[in-house]
Every structure is written in C-alpha cells, then in structure tokens.
C-alpha cells in the first residue's frame, strides 16, 4: 500500500479564486492521478501526472482549468482555477504501486459558494 | 464508457452473503474492486488481470469473465465493517493505468 496524504483536507472558497491542492506519498511513485467525485457520485479521473512531463488531461478537463505540477517523485498539486459553484466536489490523488494498483489519498473536500 | 454496476443498492442482516456485478459494453483488460467508507478514501480491495480470474479476500471474492465483459464481487456471511459503497474501476488497455469506475452500490449491512 502507501500512505498518502493531502492538504487541505477541507476548504471553502469563494467563486472566481483558485485553490491548490497539494498529495504528497510517504516513497517514490511514477505515476499520480487526479480524481474529482462530487457528492455522492463515482469517482471521475481528471488527468495522469508523471514526474518530468506534462500532466495528461482526460476529456473535459483542461489544463487552463486544473493546471497540475509533478515536481519530483512523492508530490504533486492540482489547482483549480477561477472556482465556479459547480467545482465543489471532492478531488482525490492517487498512485500506482507496484504495476497495476491504485491506492487513493483522503481527500480534499471543496465548497465553492 | 462507465461501466454499470448491479444492484444500485443492498441491505443484508448480518451474516448473509451479497453479489455485486460491473459490466462493461467494452473488451477489458483488468477489473479493480474498491470499497469507499461516508467520508473516506476509497480502499482497494482487488485487482482481476485475466479472464474467468477469481480472487479471494477474507470472505470477499470476485471472479472476472473476459468474454462477457463483466467481473463480480462476492461477499461471503457479510460483517458490519462491509457496509460502504463498491465501485468496481476498469481498465481497457493494458499499461494505461486509466480506469474508469461504475456508478456504485451501496451496501448496509445491518445487525
């Protein structure tokens, strides 16, 4: 397994404003995701980043939107740009270990109002 | 394409056994089984890579038919700690590491 973190675990935030999310894992991984799961709802992958090149974006999810940045091995932040109501939600990181598995962070809990 | 899972929503007394099925209208190459806590993270439970693969868990299996497209998780005399949401994550392409999850089944175990 591996033990993930996230910060902040929770926030609200006004519209028009952006917020970072940092991940950050206890070793060094390849792969991180970023997932968004709104209330009650599955769990929809926003994009890929790997260490060393730009972040892989899923459709209907734009760099402009959630720029992300992969600094190094065991951390990545996924911000989310000029906040609607309609981006609260709770976006998850994630990483791969071993070939296959993915294990998921806590959490950041986002209101937008 | 998400994959359907069935049923939406289960209630057992304690102790009975509970299926839940994930079908996908695309070849897989491997199934993720997930159980999601109120308010926590999504914990994995088991990874199927091969067709017809069964796996086991504790009391907790799942079998994956390549053929039909479909995986199934088995809970067997069901505890209370089993109650939480199960998404089932598919994965199409071999390497890609994006996997795409169903919409859920929540599961309430009662005593």
């Known amino acids: 397994s591996a033990v993930i973190s996230q910060k902040p675990s929770r926030d609200i935030c006004q519209r028009g404003t952006s917020l970072t999310i940092q991940c950050q894992v206890d070793?060094?991984?390849?792969?991180m995701f970023w997932y968004r799961q709104q209330p009650g709802q599955s769990l929809t992958l926003i994009a890929t980043?790997?260490?060393?090149?730009?972040?892989?974006?899923e459709s209907g999810f734009v760099i402009d939107k959630f720029p992300i940045s992969r600094p190094n091995l065991t951390f990545s932040t996924l911000t989310v740009s000029n906040m609607s109501p309609e981006d609260s939600s709770i976006y998850l990181c994630?990483?791969?270990?071993?070939?296959?598995?993915?294990?998921f962070g806590p959490g950041t809990r986002l209101l937008v109002l | 394409q998400q994959p359907v899972q069935s049923p939406q929503a289960v209630i057992l007394r304690e102790g009975e056994d509970a299926v839940i099925n994930c079908s996908s209208s695309?070849?897989?190459?491997?199934v993720h089984w997930y159980r999601q806590k109120h308010g926590e993270a999504p914990v994995f439970l088991m990874i199927?890579?091969?067709?017809?693969e069964q796996k086991g868990h504790e009391k907790i299996s799942a079998s994956f038919n390549e053929k039909k497209q479909q995986s199934s998780l088995y809970l067997t005399a069901s505890q209370l700690s089993y109650s939480g949401t199960y998404f089932c994550?598919?994965?199409?392409?071999?390497?890609?590491?994006?996997?795409?999850f169903g919409q859920g089944t929540r599961l309430t175990i009662n005593p």
């Open positions: 994630s990483v791969l270990r071993g070939s296959e598995t993915q294990y």
């Open positions: 070793s060094q991984v390849t792969m």
């Open positions: 980043a790997n260490q060393g090149s730009e972040a892989t974006y």
């Open positions: 695309k070849a897989l190459y491997s």
């Open positions: 199927l890579l091969k067709g017809g």
């Open positions: 994550g598919t994965e199409s392409t071999q390497g890609a590491q994006k996997l795409v």
